[in-house]
């Protein structure tokens, strides 16, 4: 099972953690409720937003967590696919923080959070 972030930005670059720790996402609706003069309402359906949340992705290294982290600076779209998890494939650009941190119950794992925005490219 493996878990592959590519950056598409022409250069080939990419990560492969080795555990994909977290994925919170969410998907916001975009519909609007109008109230009517006479008591009643009234919809605006609109598409929902695409998914945004945060990626925990599990290194066990320094060098691979830093050279995900440092992956995930570059103004490009990235492509994650996971045979694991399919529902987590996506097309996504960095939205929010990119952070390193060592884990405190090994003191040699590292975990890599990056927040994300589903995008289509």
């Known amino acids: 099972m493996t ?3 590519v950056v598409q930005d022409g250069s080939g670059g990419s990560t492969v953690p080795v555990l994909v720790l977290g994925y919170e996402a969410e998907q916001s609706s975009r519909n ?4 009517t003069l006479d008591g009643g309402i009234m919809v605006s359906l609109i598409p929902p937003r695409p998914r945004s949340g945060t990626l ?3 290194y066990p290294s320094e060098a691979a967590a830093d ?3 440092l992956l995930h600076r570059r103004p ?3 492509t994650l696919t996971s045979t694991e998890r399919t529902t987590i494939n996506m097309s996504y650009v960095t939205a929010g923080p ?3 941190v060592l884990d405190d119950q090994t003191r040699n794992a590292w975990v ?3 927040g994300f925005q589903e995008v289509t490219i």
Not at 32 to 35: G, L, P, R
């Open 3 to 5: 878990n592959t972030i």
């Open 32 to 35: 609007i409720v109008h109230d």
């Open 56 to 58: 925990r992705l599990f």
């Open 67 to 69: 050279a995900a982290r």
């Open 76 to 78: 490009a779209p990235f």
């Open 98 to 100: 990119a952070r390193i």
């Open 112 to 114: 890599v959070e990056v």
